[in-house]
């Protein structure tokens, strides 16, 4: 058997899935092929996985027709973001740029369900799953070889994530850079309220995150170090780990205690040298992938999904081949320019927060507190981060 497809989507994740709904503006008709149907199941337990969602994200929402779905589930606005180092800190707020909120923590399954759904419910969209790809080979078409049948495309997205099987398939120039950080995450609750604020401590070696979440007393912890710490961090007994992190917060948040497994994972800058070729295009993390500090990952591929979309819409308008890497090179000179940028920007944060010589964590100081009485620097850099 042999279906044939326009669009074919490798990676059924969140970013995969917001393409394939951007996609559906067009005429064009889009498979997606995921390897593992999901379970959206919502348990009383948050999700260990969260992404902070920006204002540009929540704006693509708007425009896929998902946000509504999202807003029906467990969410949690932040109205403030407070960083802090040594003896200096910035604090953000919503007010201060006139919007309502700074962005929602949200729970990726809950992102994930919304923009399945959302699909399913479109003519020119189609779900391969479960399926697993045996072979790809490319030559005027794509042909993919998978144990139930033979798929044929004009183009092919790569969605599948920083370990992307399609991108090792097809031996993708890749520029990596070992981070020397691992991550440790994990659900808590505190003593005192979040107060919808989103807490983040740069301590000499690695950020502390506490995101908060729809309960005012629980936070979604990313604590990032080196391998050595977070090993230490994740192997403590319950009590001794509550100490730790409590103090690590500067009893910020007062008391805080674990109330999720904790889990670690390593993580490295990863860049394509090309985004693009002649049927072929790769987003999200398959593409790029940077240090998390900054919480902008899985917004960063929301924006190559529609920057994507949006390419090929414009190439069918004017009548051009949508597969061609010429048709193809507006979404990589958009989308690879802006996200080195923010890679080079994550690692000069994080370096510049985890060199403790003197004269640089003075000068560290001074620019935050700088920064801090400054209003326009300060909105700025917020209005950056958020996308607006």
Same mark, same amino acid.
């Given at each position: 058997?042999n279906?044939?497809?326009?669009?074919?989507?490798?990676?059924?994740?969140?970013?995969?899935?917001? &393409?394939? $709904?951007?996609?559906a503006?067009?005429?064009?008709?889009?498979?997606?092929?995921?390897?593992?149907?999901?379970?959206?199941?919502?348990p009383?337990?948050?999700?260990?996985?969260?992404?902070?969602?920006?204002?540009?994200?929540?704006d693509?929402?708007?425009?896929?027709?998902?946000?509504?779905?999202?807003?029906?589930?467990?969410?949690?606005?932040?109205?403030?973001m407070?960083?802090?180092? !040594?003896?200096?800190?910035?604090?953000?707020?919503?007010?201060?740029?006139?919007?309502? /909120?700074?962005?929602f923590?949200? /729970? $990726?399954?809950?992102i994930?369900?919304?923009?399945?759904?959302?699909?399913?419910?479109?003519?020119?969209v189609?779900?391969?799953?479960?399926?697993?790809?045996?072979?790809?080979?490319?030559?005027?078409?794509?042909?993919?070889?998978?144990?139930?049948?033979?798929?044929? &495309?004009?183009l092919?997205?790569?969605?599948d994530?920083?370990?992307?099987?399609?991108?090792?398939?097809l031996?993708?120039?890749?520029?990596?850079?070992?981070?020397?950080?691992?991550?440790?995450?994990?659900?808590?609750?505190?003593?005192?309220?979040?107060?919808?604020?989103?807490?983040?401590?740069?301590?000499? !070696?690695?950020?502390?995150?506490?995101?908060?979440?729809? =309960?005012?007393q629980? &936070?979604?912890?990313?604590?990032?170090?080196?391998? /050595?710490?977070?090993?230490?961090?994740?192997?403590?007994?319950?009590?001794?780990? =509550?100490?730790?992190?409590?103090?690590a917060?500067?009893?910020?948040?007062?008391?805080?205690?674990?109330?999720?497994?904790?889990?670690?994972?390593?993580?490295?800058?990863?860049h394509?040298?090309?985004?693009?070729?002649?049927?072929?295009?790769?987003?999200g993390?398959?593409?790029h992938?940077?240090?998390?500090?900054?919480?902008?990952?899985?917004?960063?591929?929301?924006?190559?999904?529609?920057c994507?979309? !949006?390419?090929? /819409?414009?190439?069918?308008?004017? =009548?051009?081949?949508?597969?061609?890497?010429?048709?193809?090179?507006a979404?990589?000179?958009?989308?690879?320019?802006?996200?080195?940028?923010?890679?080079?920007?994550?690692?000069?944060i994080?370096?510049?927060?985890?060199n403790?010589?003197?004269?640089?964590?003075?000068?560290? $100081?001074?620019?935050?507190?700088?920064? $801090?009485?400054?209003?326009?620097?300060? =909105?700025?850099?917020?209005?950056?981060?958020?996308?607006?």
């Open positions: 058997m279906t044939h497809y326009d669009i074919v989507i490798v990676g059924g994740g969140m970013v995969g899935l917001a &393409c394939a $709904n951007a996609l503006k067009t005429t064009l008709q889009v498979a997606i092929i995921e390897a593992q149907a999901p379970n959206f199941d919502h009383k337990e948050y999700d260990l996985r969260v992404s902070a969602i920006n204002t540009a994200s929540i693509f929402f708007q425009q896929l027709g998902v946000w509504q779905r999202i807003r029906q589930q467990r969410i949690s606005p932040f109205t403030k407070y960083v802090w180092a !040594d003896n200096s800190h910035l604090d953000f707020s919503a007010q201060a740029i006139d919007t309502s /909120e700074l962005g923590i949200i /729970e $990726n399954r809950v994930r369900q919304a923009l399945w759904q959302q699909a399913e419910s479109l003519n020119n189609h779900f391969l799953c479960p399926m697993s790809i045996k072979s790809i080979s490319i030559d005027a078409q794509v042909t993919i070889e998978s144990s139930q049948q033979t798929i044929t &495309c004009d092919i997205i790569g969605a994530g920083a370990n992307s099987w399609l991108r090792d398939q031996d993708w120039p890749l520029k990596t850079h070992d981070y020397q950080h691992h991550a440790l995450v994990t659900t808590v609750k505190s003593e005192l309220a979040h107060a919808q604020t989103a807490w983040q401590h740069f301590l000499s !070696d690695g950020p502390l995150a506490f995101l908060p979440l729809e =309960n005012p629980y &936070c979604s912890v990313v604590w990032s170090s080196t391998p /050595e710490k977070i090993a230490s961090l994740k192997n403590m007994n319950e009590s001794d780990f =509550n100490q730790a992190i409590t103090i917060m500067q009893e910020k948040l007062g008391q805080v205690q674990t109330t999720a497994p904790r889990v670690s994972f390593p993580f490295a800058m990863q394509l040298e090309s985004y693009v070729q002649d049927h072929i295009a790769f987003i993390d398959a593409a992938r940077i240090h998390p500090l900054a919480g902008q990952g899985v917004n960063l591929g929301f924006m190559d999904a529609k994507l979309a !949006d390419t090929i /819409e414009t190439a069918l308008t004017k =009548n051009k081949n949508f597969t061609t890497k010429k048709s193809l090179s979404y990589q000179r958009e989308r690879k320019y802006y996200n080195g940028q923010m890679i080079t920007l994550m690692q000069g994080k370096d510049l927060f985890t403790q010589t003197p004269s640089i964590s003075t000068l560290r $100081n001074f620019g935050m507190e700088t920064i $801090n009485k400054f209003p326009p620097v300060k =909105n700025f850099l917020i209005k950056q981060a958020l996308g607006l």
